[in-house]
């Protein structure tokens, strides 16, 4: 299968409006939905642990009102990321499986409420668990360069698209370093891609503050960004990179699914997480900037950043894709 390559700058101004925030808000939207199903199932099952006929009008209601809050973001979640809901939906339907076994061993009595509650979840939990199950054993119609060119464990995924970085010391050019960025769109939608670099001081590394490129349905690419150590400067230490995604919706193309990214934990908050009994560290993507002596000295301005596509899925193949 050839490999067509080309190169092209997407300027700032291709960006859309918003589009810096627009991930971090689709990632609170998950959070949300996902929250209300939890809310709306634990409001329903105390209800039904508060039944006490006759009078059952309040546990009905909240009952009803839980059951449809529950419902109603069950939906909006699926929609949004089937894949999500379906993890988050198997989780609560196991839950209850659960508990009425546990009721069940400790009555030493089979049938009544608990033990139809228990046998509606489990069906729950089987369907849900077969469709995680279909999704992780998908046959593959498009080839997954970023899984052949980097290890899993390097490679994140943020709102349709899987990345890894690292460094690389070019031969010959005006600059004696330079961050890879390998991009996989796993969508049928074309998606912004703004990487926001932060960590070092200027003193000791030149480096632009952001950059933006556009990524089309299913292609492949790889950015690649100039980076200037400046000659005698110690160690610069890490290169944070924070992605930020924007663009429409669209089918999932690729069905492999690698870790989800997760923004670095800033160290504030490690240290007010401790007051609250939480220990948490990590998160983000970075890498480590090495030491080079024999760097020249730095350009009044940094070359402009490349954005090389790798593969780029033929019309014939997107069909196939979209049909599987």
């Known amino acids: 299968m050839p490999i067509s390559t080309t190169t092209r700058r997407a300027a700032a101004s291709r960006r859309p409006r918003g589009g810096r925030n627009r991930s971090r808000r689709a990632q609170r939207g998950h959070v949300f939905l996902g929250l209300l199903v939890l ?58 499986v659960l ?50 060119a980097a290890n899993k464990d390097d490679i994140h995924e943020l709102d349709g698209l899987q990345f890894c970085a690292g460094l690389s ?16 769109s796993c969508v049928d939608a074309e998606r912004t891609l703004t990487l926001k670099l932060s960590g070092p001081s200027q003193t000791r590394v030149h480096y632009p503050d952001s950059v933006t490129v556009q990524v089309g349905p299913g292609e492949v ?13 110690r160690a610069a230490g890490k290169l944070y990179l924070t992605p930020s995604i924007s663009g429409p919706g ?8 690698a870790k989800d990214y997760v923004a670095r934990i800033h160290p504030v908050m490690q240290v007010l997480g401790l007051f609250a009994g939480v220990i948490a560290w990590g998160g983000g ?8 002596p ?31």
């Not at 993507?285 to 080079?292: F, N, R, T």
Request: aromatic share 12%.
């Open 39 to 96: 809310l709306g199932l634990l409001a329903a099952g105390v209800s039904w642990l508060a039944w006490r006929p006759p009078d059952v009008g309040p546990a009905l209601a909240w009952l009803i009102g839980g059951l449809v809050v529950a419902g109603w973001s069950s939906l909006a979640f699926w929609r949004r990321d089937s894949f999500a809901a379906a993890k988050l939906l198997l989780f609560c339907t196991l839950m209850p």
């Open 99 to 148: 508990f009425c076994l546990l009721w069940v061993i400790n009555a030493h009595s089979f049938g009544g409420p608990a033990t139809w509650v228990g046998g509606a979840s489990a069906v729950g939990a089987a369907l849900f668990a077969r469709y995680l199950w279909r999704e992780w054993r998908r046959v593959e119609v498009l080839p997954n360069f970023l899984l052949e």
């Open 169 to 184: 010391r070019p031969e010959e050019g005006p600059v004696p370093l330079e961050l890879h960025v390998l991009v996989q």
């Open 221 to 233: 690419g790889q950015l690649v960004v100039p980076l200037h150590l400046l000659p005698g400067a």
């Open 250 to 257: 669209g089918p999932r193309l690729r069905y492999w699914r």
């Open 285 to 292: 993507l970075s890498v480590e900037l090495p030491v080079i």
């Open 294 to 324: 024999d760097a020249p000295p730095p350009r009044p301005q940094l070359p402009p950043e490349r954005w090389k596509v790798m593969w780029r899925p033929g019309l014939e193949q997107l069909q196939q894709a979209r049909a599987a």
